[in-house]
């Protein structure tokens, strides 16, 4: 058995497992990563990318059909679009497969030590994986478990034949002419809202009694909006009980306690993702657990000294950007730096149409922490860029703490918001007044300037509404 010693062992590599490798490399540590499938993880693969460029084609697809039917307000006229779906997923798998290399490249250059194979734990200093050329024993100083999440199965509605998980949603060969999606939240809202778009007849079945349950009324108004306009059904309080005899469709219940079938070319399973452990030898170390992710503490240590885990194996949040943060500062650990978990938001975004974007407290969050608060939102329906770009619909919200008028949390939902996020996670993060951020020349005409103007108003001198 091929014998490696390093000085870190990195076990996954998505974005919370490169990056840390990386940043242990640029920092002269001898790392050794290991992956069982590609490099970059569910996001690059099978998440975030790849969504989010199949969200792109059913934006561009939806224009294109609008301009078809004269639906535009200013006089757009097209013929009527045709899209082949095989092409677009091509294109997808053509970024991803840039992605991929990239990585590889950014690994190879910080002198990373690449395993192909899976790991698992034989002790807390000692990993065996299994490579195509014969198993490989690791012995490292430290561990980062950085395994990541898998979609949840429901047991009565098991992945296989029509029933599809994300990853299946991002590889059709063919629109669903009629797509059932189990789960309301971020993928069966991001995912349903692109096959809607695409032209498939969309249900969505959601077990509470609203659409996005992290977010609040407010914020998710618009996207109900959006989702009726685009002709999606959703039925919120119903639950899922399995596949129709003739596994046609999908039989629920709904609020009102009636059995319904609803017809399905294919059945989209999203109500969340579990970490991925089995087979992972964690029988053999001593780590406490949180339910059934692993128990981490302010630097993302876990029960057992040199053993760290970041990432989606930790819990939710289940972000990308959390899980590199997170990389980022166990490298930095593992080199003797001095690092603690002290971010003070971490920006949530959800890319249906309209975007929710949030950083920090919401202001129930902020009331449950005692907090007397100052409440300022503009809406985009006064803001001149939001109106040129044919997308009035939505607010920005700002949350500030009374007296000393610290910003604690800001959300916004409307067109393009996301790109909103930085100057939002800025601002929280750099400890910003209400005052900072009016006070800060916001170009114009941009979304942005309804930032500070949710900050006036909440100063009570809003310009502009
Ligand atoms: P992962 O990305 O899951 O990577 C873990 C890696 O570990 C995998 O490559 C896996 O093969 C490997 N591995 C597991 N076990 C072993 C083993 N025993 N040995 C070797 N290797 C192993 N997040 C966002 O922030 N923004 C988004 O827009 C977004 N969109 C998403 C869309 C979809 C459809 C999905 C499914 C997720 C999305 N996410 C998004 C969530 C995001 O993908 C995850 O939060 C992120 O990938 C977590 O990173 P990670 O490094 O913890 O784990
Ligand atoms: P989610 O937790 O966002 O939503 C799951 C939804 O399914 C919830 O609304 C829940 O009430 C519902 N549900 C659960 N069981 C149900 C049942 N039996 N029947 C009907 N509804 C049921 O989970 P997800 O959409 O699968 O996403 C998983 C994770 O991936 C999220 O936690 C998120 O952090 C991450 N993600 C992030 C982004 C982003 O950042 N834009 C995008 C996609 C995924």
């Known amino acids: 058995m091929t014998e490696i010693t390093c000085k870190l062992l990195v076990i996954g590599a998505g974005p919370g497992g490169y990056v840390c490798a990386i940043r242990a490399g640029q920092l002269g540590i001898d790392t050794v990563i290991v992956e069982s499938t590609r490099l970059g993880g569910s996001c690059l693969n099978v998440g975030c990318i790849p969504s989010k460029a199949m969200i792109h084609v059913a934006e561009e697809f939806e224009k294109a059909t609008e301009a078809a039917t004269g639906k535009t307000p200013f006089g757009l006229t097209a013929a009527e679009p045709k899209l082949d779906l095989k092409q677009a997923v ?19 250059k910080a002198k990373v030590k690449i395993v192909h194979g899976k790991a698992r734990f034989r002790d807390g200093k000692t990993v065996v994986v299994e490579t195509e050329t014969g198993p490989k024993t690791i012995q490292a100083e430290a561990i980062v478990i950085a395994t990541g999440s898998a979609p949840v199965e429901l047991p009565f509605l098991p992945f296989g034949g029509n029933v599809i998980s994300s990853t ?3 590889a059709l060969s063919e629109v669903p002419k009629r797509l059932v999606v189990v789960g309301g939240g971020y993928i069966g809202l991001e995912l349903g809202t692109a096959f809607a778009k695409l032209g498939a007849k969309v249900t969505v079945v959601e077990a509470q009694d609203k659409i996005l349950p992290l977010y609040d009324a407010e914020l998710t108004g618009p996207i109900s909006k959006r989702l009726t306009a685009l002709g999606v059904e959703v039925l919120t309080g119903a639950k899922a009980l399995g596949p129709t005899a003739k596994s046609d469709g999908l039989r629920i219940e709904t609020a009102d306690g009636k059995e319904r079938s609803l017809p399905a070319d294919k059945i989209l399973v999203t109500v969340g993702r579990k970490p991925v452990t089995d087979g992972l030898g964690l029988q053999n170390l001593v780590l406490d657990m949180d339910g059934r992710f692993i128990r981490i503490g302010e630097r993302c240590e876990t029960a057992m000294r040199g053993i760290y885990a970041i990432g989606d194996v930790t819990g939710e949040p289940m972000l990308a950007h959390r899980a590199m943060a997170q990389g980022e500062m166990v490298a930095e650990i593992v080199a003797g730096l001095p690092r603690a978990w002290d971010k003070r938001g971490i920006a949530a975004i959800c890319f249906t149409d309209p975007e929710i974007v949030s950083v920090g407290l919401s202001p129930d969050e902020a009331k449950r922490a005692g907090h007397e608060l100052k409440i300022g939102q503009f ?16 607010f920005v919200r700002v949350v500030a703490q009374a007296g000393s008028e610290l910003v604690l949390g800001i959300q916004a939902v409307g067109q393009g918001v996301s790109e909103l ?26 979304l942005g300037e309804a930032f500070p103007e949710a900050a006036m108003k909440a100063l009570g001198h809003a310009l502009h509404i």
């Open 90 to 108: 091509a294109w997808k798998d053509g970024i991803v497969q840039r992605l991929n290399n990239g990585v590889a490249g950014l690994l190879r």
């Open 168 to 170: 299946g949603a991002l």
């Open 379 to 394: 809406p985009f329906a006064a803001n001149g860029r939001a109106m040129t770009r044919h997308g009035e619909a939505g």
């Open 421 to 446: 996020s930085a100057a939002f996670g800025l601002a929280i993060e750099m400890g910003a007044t209400l005052q900072d951020i009016a006070g800060t020349i916001h170009a114009h005409p941009t």
